[in-house]
């Protein structure tokens, strides 16, 4: 949550402000129930993280997971102390704020969890929707009389789940299976809830009462007395673990200079002690916890003293009140939990959640989300084609250039930052605030709605506000001449000086473009802190990056939960840059798209190649199939994703659901590796009930499964299971160990895609780094033409470059690997029939301890539907599907390798290569994602992102990408100075050094599949 000073305002305005932004309101204002869901597809942001405010979270029993759930509509199980991400859990959503969650609880057993939130169910109610804790498996769903739900709790005896709400205000019980236990209408909106150890529960709400309720029997509660509070919201309740007292978390401030704490005892039903703290010029400490050993009560909030936003949580002795502070992170503090070992664990309004220890500093999950709360950092070039912006408190900003599709750190300097006034148009009072001024008018909010940014038109002939809830035209006469909902809040707004664009950064992380004469929605991009970046329309079209494909999707509504399908399993309908390039120029994404299919159509009639001209004039005449028709199936591992065993053997019971077409196999990839042999029964029934069952045979050492059900050429989101080997004690060979949660490999269910701005990995040592010689071998197939049969083709350094990698690469032989076979196709020799027939081999000879390199260099280029074409030397640009080497061959020969499999792709063009229409352009992008995807498991290594040229120079010896890979595979990327050279390694040092030599102009980019964990190319001699 954005938060700024400003002199003119009460420390007591701007608490009202903090209150009614976070989606909470004292006069309890907001509409009786939240809207239906919607039951379409819609996109979604999945960055592994949340996109958005963490509202609420929940420890399990037995404190091995944590769930977390927020305002970007997921709720997220992450293991415990280590943070990494095990499940996403989906609930029907819908428009506005119509699936935003606020509640989460463990049932007392830990097997379930529970969600609630904006949920709509019954008129007036709402719904809990229940998960398997271990697999994330939606269960069911129940309805409850709670409208707008703000906390959960599941009691434990007798056994009951506790839901209070906001609108309308109420307090509902119910059981496992939804049975009404209790419901009870409030005056005041309820936000705080906490069990008693007795098994009572405490309810707060916000007319100063703190209510206390108790079971009759299994079926029905009553109330059992209470107390009041003199400040008149508390918003969070803490037991103390003898039951004796209640501390107090409050929205309000006590007064204007000072935040209170105060701890009741129940008993007496009075107050106790109280903690006022002077020292936070601004906001609360709502959220309270108390530690397991009784010693300690945690308080964070959304207090803060300026400078900066660095949001202190009080860790308050009991009952002495001597006080140590810790900061908690940069934004508001929702929810407080403690654990058993003394750590308590916060929930943060930046996506993140941290864990604070009892000593030492606090330890939090890192966030992919770009923080864009700067109002004042979103800068533009004239056309809005460039735009820079901050993505955190003391981190260097982005900037993304859509016409060149690159991501760059840059602060913008030559561009525009918003105008934010001018004489002779009045805006006042915008930045947080409920009642802006624009032109002399207030500008006509809802309820709990804040204004948050505000930019003025060049010519001074509109200003555009952006809310926590629309972005809004407002003329210089001060009529609204529209007003557009919005997904996430508006933290920043600007306009290209030619006035046709509106630009936001919104509250999920995403940049926005609007048309500025209505207000239409033109695109959408979002990029993470390491370099990766998508941009879409609203149908779907998008161009991503290396390794981003996964970092939006479909979100499907049905009955009980969700599915989610990331976008790249829609590739080859919907990736559609010669869309997104049309988008800002005609200001309408369905004339952009028609256009670009009609160029599609054009560029048809000019191809000689008659295989081409068919494949192009056949996709341009069909119009994509709605995603809703052409879901893959959704697999779900049953159990925990992460297991130990001292037994090679790995038993694993799953279930299917297939809507549209029935999954006819089960996909097994072990460190990215195809599995072979593995038994495989498939489930009875696809409906996501019946089970089915795999078993493979897997390495005596710690490894990564990914498993893939396939229907057709539709093939489901990977689902990763964590395999942990221990060896068998003496006598005990063969006795496989139960399972038990441990860290996953993995922080998300999406394909990772490592970027040249990833620091290398350090810690543990890649697996496989002290192979002993023998245990496998290297085959290589290297690929360099600079000499064409159409000399107007030519190069300089392609041939070079691949015999040079190539007799690095046998240097090999004995060090890693027991032996070390090469094939080299240079100029002449690299025709389209050699080439193919290389790749053949190498898919024939790499075994499953083996690993297979591919190495091309030349010239590279994409057909006019986006197909990838690498040119050998008797290429001819017009007749690419007879001359060429195509992207599915290339997949066709990596995918299917039985051991590991690596590409490194250094092509370019030349201008009179795109000449004839055939080519429409040369981004690796399509191919690099293509390859890296978790089913075909292939680590890329391409020589540049975007639309970049791969540079080569004489001077260099080598290509630029060349040049600095054999310096890192020569050392200059063992970091750890181990001896060996991993692939994050080189990763990382392909990056640094292919920008030092070209300055700037390329940047490599690398792309691992999910369930590839780090491990050793090669060894130094």
């Not at 707060?204 to 008149?232: L, N």
């Not at 003898?242 to 401030?253: E, Q, T």
């Not at 009639?605 to 893959?632: C, F, G, W, Y």
């Amino acid at each position: 949550m954005k938060l700024s000073l400003l002199a003119t305002r009460t420390a007591g305005a701007l608490l009202t402000l903090l209150t009614l932004a976070g989606g909470m309101s004292a006069q309890a204002q907001a509409p009786a129930a939240a809207p239906a869901p919607a039951a379409d597809v819609q996109l979604r942001i999945e960055a592994g993280q949340h996109a958005g405010v963490v509202r609420r979270l929940a420890l399990s029993p037995d404190e091995r997971r944590l769930v977390t759930v927020g305002d970007d509509k997921t709720a997220r199980v992450w293991s415990v102390p280590d943070q990494a991400l095990q499940a996403v859990l989906r609930v029907p959503i819908g428009a506005g704020e119509a699936g935003r969650l606020y509640g989460a609880a463990f049932s007392p057993d830990g097997r379930e969890i529970v969600v609630g939130g904006s949920l709509a169910g019954a008129p007036g109610g709402s719904r809990l929707y229940f998960f398997d804790a271990a697999s994330g498996r939606a269960l069911r769903s129940v309805a409850i009389a709670a409208g707008d739900v703000k906390r959960l709790v599941w009691l434990k005896s007798p056994e009951a789940i506790a839901a209070c709400s906001a609108s309308p205000a109420m307090l509902t019980l119910v059981s496992r299976d939804g049975r009404p236990l209790l419901t009870e209408r409030f005056e005041a909106p309820c936000y705080g809830l906490a069990a008693h150890p007795d098994g009572s529960l405490l309810a707060a709400t916000f007319d100063g009462r703190v209510r206390r309720y108790a079971a009759r029997d299994r079926a029905s509660w009553q109330a059992a007395g209470g107390f009041a509070t003199e400040i008149r919201d508390p918003q969070s309740l803490a037991v103390s673990p003898d039951g004796r007292h209640v501390a107090v978390g409050y929205f309000s401030r006590l007064d204007a200079r000072s935040v209170a704490v105060d701890v009741f005892e129940l008993a007496a039903a009075s107050l106790a002690r109280r903690f006022t703290f002077n020292d936070l010029a601004v906001g609360n400490l709502m959220s309270v916890a108390w530690s397991r050993d009784g010693a300690s009560i945690a308080a964070a909030g959304t207090g803060f003293n300026p400078p900066g936003f660095r949001m202190p949580m009080k860790r308050i002795a009991w009952p002495g009140g001597e006080t140590r502070e810790v900061i908690a992170g940069n934004d508001s503090v929702f929810d407080v939990s403690a654990t058993s070992t003394g750590e308590f664990l916060l929930a943060s309004g930046d996506g993140a959640w941290t864990i604070a220890p009892a000593a030492g500093e606090p330890r939090r999950a890192q966030s992919a989300w770009p923080d864009l709360r700067s109002a004042g950092h979103l800068k533009l070039s004239a056309d809005a084609r460039s735009v820079a912006f901050g993505i955190g408190p003391g981190e260097p900003a982005q900037r993304f250039d859509i016409r060149r599709r690159l991501l760059t750190a840059d602060s913008g300097s030559d561009l525009s930052a918003p105008r934010q006034s001018a004489f002779s148009f009045s805006v006042r009072d915008w930045e947080d605030n409920l009642r802006p001024q624009v032109a002399g008018q207030a500008l006509a909010m809802e309820p709990a709605e804040v204004s948050r940014a505000v930019a003025l038109a060049a010519d001074n002939s509109a200003a555009f506000v952006g809310t926590t809830r629309s972005l809004r035209r407002i003329e210089r006469d001060g009529t609204q001449r529209w007003s557009m909902r919005t997904a996430a809040e508006v933290r920043a707004v600007n306009v290209g000086a030619d006035g046709r664009i509106v630009v936001t950064a919104m509250g999920d992380g995403t940049l926005a473009w609007w048309r500025a004469a209505d207000g239409l929605l033109l695109m959408q991009a979002f990029t993470t802190r390491d370099g990766r970046w998508i941009v879409w329309t609203a149908r779907g079209h998008y161009d991503a990056s290396v390794g981003a494909e996964s970092l939006i999707g479909w979100h499907v509504n049905r009955p009980g939960g969700a599915d989610f399908h990331s976008i790249g399993k829609f590739r080859s309908a919907y990736h559609r840059p010669d869309v997104i390039d049309r988008v800002l120029e005609t200001l309408d994404p369905d004339l952009a798209m028609s256009q670009a299919d009609e160029a599609r159509r054009l560029a048809a009639q000019k191809v000689l190649d008659e295989d081409l001209r068919q494949r192009i004039q056949a996709v341009a005449a069909a119009a994509p199939p709605p995603p809703e028709k052409v879901l893959p199936p959704v697999l779900t591992v049953l159990g925990e994703r992460a297991v130990r065993r001292n037994s090679t053997e790995l038993r694993l019971e799953f279930s299917v659901r297939a809507e549209r077409q029935p999954a006819d196999s089960l996909l097994v990839r072990v460190d990215g590796r195809p599995v072979e042999g593995a038994r495989i029964t498939l489930p009875a029934r696809q409906d996501g009930q019946s089970t089915g069952t795999v078993v493979v045979r897997m390495p005596a050492r710690d490894a990564e499964v990914v498993l893939f059900a396939v229907a057709g050429n539709l093939v489901s989101e990977p689902t990763q299971v964590s395999f942990r080997y221990e060896p068998p004690l003496a006598g005990s060979a063969g006795r496989p160990t139960p399972s038990v949660t441990t860290s996953p490999g993995s922080t998300s269910g999406s394909t990772s895609g490592s970027t040249s701005g990833v620091t290398p990995a350090t810690g543990t040592r890649p697996a496989n780094a002290s192979a002993p010689a023998g245990a496998k071998r290297l085959f290589v197939v290297a690929v360099g033409v600079s000499e064409y049969a159409r000399s107007d083709y030519n190069l300089r350094l392609p041939a070079k470059d691949a015999t040079d990698f190539l007799e690095l690469m046998k240097t090999q032989a004995g060090t890693l690997y027991s032996g070390v076979e090469g094939r080299l196709l240079v100029n002449g020799e690299a025709t389209r029939a050699k080439v193919l027939e290389a790749m053949n081999w190498l898919r024939a000879v790499v075994g499953e301890q083996d690993t297979g390199m591919l190495f091309i260099a030349g010239h590279g280029v994409n057909d006019a539907i986006g197909q990838y074409h690498f040119l050998p030397y008797d290429a001819d640009v017009a007749r690419p599907s007879r001359t060429a080497v195509p992207e599915t061959a290339i997949r066709q020969a990596l995918s299917s390798i039985k051991g590991r499999a690596v590409l490194f792709v250094d092509t370019c063009f030349a201008g009179n290569v795109m000449g004839s229409g055939a080519a429409a352009s040369h981004e690796i992008s399509r191919l690099a994602n293509t390859l890296s995807s978790a089913e075909n498991g292939v680590i890329v290594f391409s020589a540049s992102t975007g639309r970049q040229e791969s540079l080569e120079n004489p001077a260099w010896g080598n290509g630029a990408f060349t040049k600095a890979l054999i310096e890192g595979i020569r050392g200059g990327a063992d970091f750890r100075r181990e001896g060996v050279v991993t692939h994050q390694g080189l990763s990382y040092f392909l990056g640094q050094e292919v920008r030092n030599i070209t300055r700037g102009r390329q940047t490599p980019v690398t792309a691992v599949p999910l369930g590839v964990t780090d491990f050793a190319l090669v060894a130094l001699k």
